[in-house]
């Protein structure tokens, strides 16, 4: 199987070990990944609010290459994903708009067509690679981890955006980590917002939000977190010291994104997976790594 994959700006600067993770996994899974290393950023979603057809042009460019490709698009985060598929609805839907992208991308050679197939990383786990084949993957299930799924926001909501049903059911996580060998628990905020989007207007909000969510997992039993974005991983890993500051109380709750969990799973190691990037440190996870060397994945 292979994707034109789109990484995103985070991947390849804050959270580069979630770039060097999910080629690493896709490798094992037997996909094929051809990184789009001309794809610029998405915009977030401030872009959308401040110059809607920048925030077009931007998004249908990357549609476009994947398409130029003819491959489907494959992304690893939550906020470009939601991205894509709002600019694409808007283009299908609207001759005028897409007229005047596809002028915007015409001096670069591009033309997008409204046929590129755009799938969150966890989504290709379930309909590419699907539950048979992964089980029969995975050799070193992670059995005695309990860990806390944390969907966030822009992979859930609207949820008429999606096509992959787990978007109004919110299992797909707790799904893929029983099939790993994890014990998933239940806890208040799991598909509630990382407050990413509100960090640079008012940490402060982001910290007692997110506080709360980590606050709640640990309480459930979590060993660690896992997560489908890169956004939401910066907040619950990278704002955690100043979390646990706010709240008069030690967290050290590991935060892991999909492809690392997938990966401990395939017997990639916590080095190889680059989970010593993380500022939370996750040397409790090291005791669910592979311990038989030959099964000890290598780059």
């Known amino acids: 199987m292979k994707f034109a994959y789109y990484p995103g700006c985070s991947a390849r600067s804050t959270c580069a070990e979630l770039n060097e993770a999910t080629h690493l996994v896709a490798r094992r899974l037997g996909l094929e990944l051809v990184q789009l290393d001309s794809a610029t950023c998405t915009g977030a979603r401030e872009l959308r609010a401040i ?57 670069e050679g591009l033309h997008y067509s409204g046929r590129t197939r755009i799938s969150h990383f966890l989504w290709v786990l379930y309909e590419d690679i699907g539950e048979a084949r992964l089980r029969g993957l995975i050799v070193n299930p992670l059995s005695g981890m309990t860990v806390a799924a944390f969907y966030g926001c822009h992979i859930t909501r609207p949820p008429l955006r999606y096509g992959f049903v787990d978007s109004r059911n919110n299992i797909a996580l707790e799904r893929l980590a029983k099939i790993l060998g994890c014990q998933p628990i239940d806890y208040s905020g799991r598909t509630e917002c990382c407050g990413f989007h509100t960090a640079a207007h008012d940490e402060k909000v982001t910290i007692k939000l997110t506080g709360q969510h980590i606050a709640s997992a640990k309480m459930g039993g979590a060993k660690a977190m896992v997560t489908p974005c890169p956004l939401c991983h910066t907040v619950l890993d990278g704002f955690q010291r100043e979390i646990e500051k706010d709240m008069s109380e030690k967290l050290d709750m590991p935060i892991l994104h999909l492809p690392q969990l997938v990966g401990l799973a395939l017997g990639l190691s916590p080095e190889a997976l680059r989970i010593d990037r993380h500022m939370v440190p996750a040397h409790a996870l090291a005791d669910y790594a592979a311990r038989d060397p030959n099964l000890i994945g290598k780059p």
Not at 64 to 87: F, Q
Not at 96 to 107: D, F, H, Q, W, Y
């Open 51 to 107: 110059d809607p057809a920048a925030f077009y042009a931007l998004n249908i460019r990357i549609l476009a290459l994947a398409e130029r490709e003819r491959l489907p698009l494959m992304t690893v985060c939550n906020t470009c994903t939601l991205n894509v598929l709002d600019a694409h609805a808007a283009f299908v839907n609207d001759p005028s708009l897409a007229k005047a992208v596809n002028e915007c991308l015409a001096p």
